[in-house]
């Protein structure tokens, strides 16, 4: 039987603080922008300077998710003894590399929306 002294049940919680309530967080505020988007999109204002403003910030949200679970990954890994540093090291950096490229997608995606807002401003005011 393993013994938990405080030390150690207080970072269990700052773990599941990282890996489940902050993250939590995250896809809520994830979800409410991609709402927001949605109601844009069906408003018929797909390119309004709004929507690229949207995106960049599920984007941003997505990099705070990547970073929330490379915290907490690192802090639920580093806890059991015995673990070699390459095998946490691993962990945290590919466990959410995954993330972190659909964050850089969705940025992607924001800029490419922006150009389409500019031009669409540059056909609205061309005779």
Not at 20 to 31: D, R, S
Not at 100 to 117: D, Q
């Amino acid at each position: 039987m393993i013994k938990h002294n405080r030390f150690s049940i207080f970072w269990d919680q700052i773990g599941v603080f990282f890996n489940f309530v902050l993250t939590g967080l995250m896809y809520f505020l994830i979800g409410r922008e991609i709402y927001k988007l949605i109601a844009l999109i069906n408003r018929g204002e797909t390119f309004s300077s709004d929507s690229p403003r949207r995106i960049r910030k599920i984007a941003f949200l997505i990099f705070g998710l990547a970073l929330s679970g490379a915290i907490g990954t690192a802090i639920q890994v580093s806890t059991p003894p015995g673990e070699m540093v390459s095998v946490i090291i691993f962990r945290v950096i590919f466990g959410g590399f995954g993330t972190v490229l659909l964050g850089f997608g969705f940025l992607v995606i924001a800029k490419v929306i922006e150009s389409g807002v500019t031009l669409q401003q540059d056909q609205s005011l061309t005779i």
